[in-house]
């Protein structure tokens, strides 16, 4: 799973494929997750690059 950690900007970013993948999810679950209980997933934010 580290080769899908990327240093962005000083920040370590993991792309939401990965990170639903990592919780056996689908993205859209994932999102759903983070919007129902903001609080389990603090160090989040809702940047999505299109």
Not at 9 to 37: C, M, W
Request: proline fraction near 6%.
């Amino acid at each position: 799973m580290r080769q899908n950690i990327f240093a962005i900007r000083g920040q370590k970013v993991i792309p939401e494929f990965d990170f639903a993948r990592l919780y056996k999810v689908e993205t859209s679950t994932l999102h759903q997750a983070i919007k129902r209980n903001p609080a389990s997933f603090p160090t989040i934010s809702d940047l999505h690059l299109e």
